[in-house]
């Protein structure tokens, strides 16, 4: 089992949609990253988190650190908002763990 | 903003060659982590540097190595290339002290034939 699961897989929405992407981890962590790869491959930071609840534009990320669950959700989806999703965690100051990602297809 | 700089973005490569990536941080940056991102996969850590001494290994075989220089910057050496090398090696680097997130370069994608 890997030390971080995310749900779904892949994710097809039409524009507009209101989107959910999970991620549980079973390791002691001192951070989770959600992170954006575009199909030419460039990793984005979107969010580090450690408690709580981000916000930036349209994208909101929160986290239960009891239940060790991480929920990134997108508002009003739009095309350009395709991309691989993936929830990183950071045992420590050091390395990360990735998920193994959501890619998600949104159409106009 | 300065961003994490990584050269070359492309390399191709001959089995048993050798390939030398560099990676340089974000200004103040003191922390180097590297990254090995295969086909369809999910990105594995390699090595980390923190004020140019490793700080963390993970699945680097013994055929690479890797420094940080006086400079920060970091190069990952990589010899007796194989086949199964070819991924997309991403650098990131934070500022160890503060805890800060790692911020990703643009990755050297290589292909070894």
């Known amino acids: 089992k890997n030390e971080v699961e995310q749900s779904p897989q892949n994710l097809t929405a039409q524009e507009g949609e209101f989107i959910t992407i999970n991620c549980s981890y079973s390791v002691g962590i001192s951070a989770l990253h959600w992170l954006q790869q575009h199909p030419g491959g460039g990793i984005v930071s979107l969010f580090m988190?450690?408690?709580g609840k981000k916000k930036h534009g349209r994208l909101i990320a929160t986290i239960n650190i009891q239940e060790k669950h991480s929920s990134l959700h997108i508002t009003a989806s739009h095309p350009r908002d395709s991309a691989v999703y993936i929830c990183a965690v950071r045992q420590g100051a050091q390395k990360l763990v990735f998920g193994q990602g959501t890619r998600l297809t949104i159409n106009p | 903003a300065a961003g994490v700089i990584q050269s070359p973005r492309h390399l191709i490569k001959e089995k048993r060659e050798t390939a030398t990536l560099k990676c340089y941080p974000i200004?103040?940056?003191?922390?180097v982590y590297w990254y090995q991102q295969g086909p369809g996969q999910d990105p594995q850590f390699l090595i980390s540097f923190y004020e140019k001494m490793q700080s963390d290994k993970g699945s680097i075989p013994d055929r690479f190595s890797a420094q940080q220089f006086s400079d920060y910057h970091s190069e990952l050496n990589m010899s007796s290339l194989e086949l199964g090398d070819s991924a997309l090696y991403f650098c990131a680097s934070s500022r160890q002290q503060e805890m800060e997130t790692q911020y990703f370069g643009p990755g050297t994608r290589l292909l070894v034939l």
């Open positions: 200004p103040r940056h003191d922390t």
């Open positions: 988190l450690s408690s």
